[in-house]
């Protein structure tokens, strides 16, 4: 039952911490966490997923908490976007013991990869301006928030080892 508890408290912090960091960005920088070319600091936090499999459901359920507390976030946007954190989220839980000299690229790549697929398909759809487009702005956006903010993130809980700590 332990168990339980702790894993249900994990993702609820963190579905918690992903939907209010991602409204503090959105009120301090409008329109950076929302467009096509979306630097959502918050998304860093799928570092966790390494670390967690609770990340999988808390990355999941914060992301459809601001989509659906986001007034401009549209409907598909709350399946969509939600499917896209799903998927690179358990992927990188799948692939966390991947690694070229003890960085996990390919776990660090998923949330570019699923994101350019899915929400630039449904940019294609809401705004135009053609698939390949908009998944190329949405892949950078990610990959550079997972490959700077989520890299120091990751360094940072295992150089405090609060992966042996906290996830355990």
Same mark, same amino acid.
């Given at each position: ?21 991602t ?5 301090? @920088?409008?329109?950076?966490? +929302?467009? #096509?070319?979306?630097?959502? =600091?918050?998304? !860093?936090?799928?570092? /966790? &997923? ?13 992301? @459809?908490?601001?989509?659906? +507390?986001? #007034?401009?976030?549209?409907? =598909?946007?709350? !399946?969509?976007?939600? /499917? &896209? ?28 990869? !699923?994101?350019?697929? /899915?929400?630039?398909w ?22 550079i ?7 120091? /993130? ?15």
């Open positions: 039952m332990h168990n339980k508890a702790r894993y249900l408290t994990h993702a609820a912090i963190i579905a918690a911490m992903y939907a209010v960091l409204h503090l960005q959105n009120l301090l @920088l409008p329109g950076s966490a +929302t467009w #096509a070319i979306q630097c959502r =600091l918050s998304e !860093a936090l799928c570092v /966790l &997923a390494f670390f967690t499999p609770a990340a999988i459901p808390g990355l999941t359920i914060g992301c @459809l908490v601001f989509n659906m +507390t986001y #007034a401009a976030a549209l409907p =598909l946007d709350w !399946a969509v976007g939600s /499917l &896209a954190t799903l998927a690179a989220t358990a992927a990188m839980w799948f692939s966390r013991r991947i690694t070229f000299r003890g960085y996990p690229w390919l776990g660090m790549l998923m949330p570019a990869l !699923a994101n350019a697929i /899915l929400v630039g449904e940019l294609t759809v809401y705004i135009g301006g053609g698939f390949f487009l908009n998944a190329a702005y949405v892949a950078l956006g990610e990959l928030v997972l490959l700077v903010p989520g890299t120091l /993130l990751l360094y940072a809980i295992r150089a405090r080892h609060l992966d042996t700590k906290l996830f355990v």
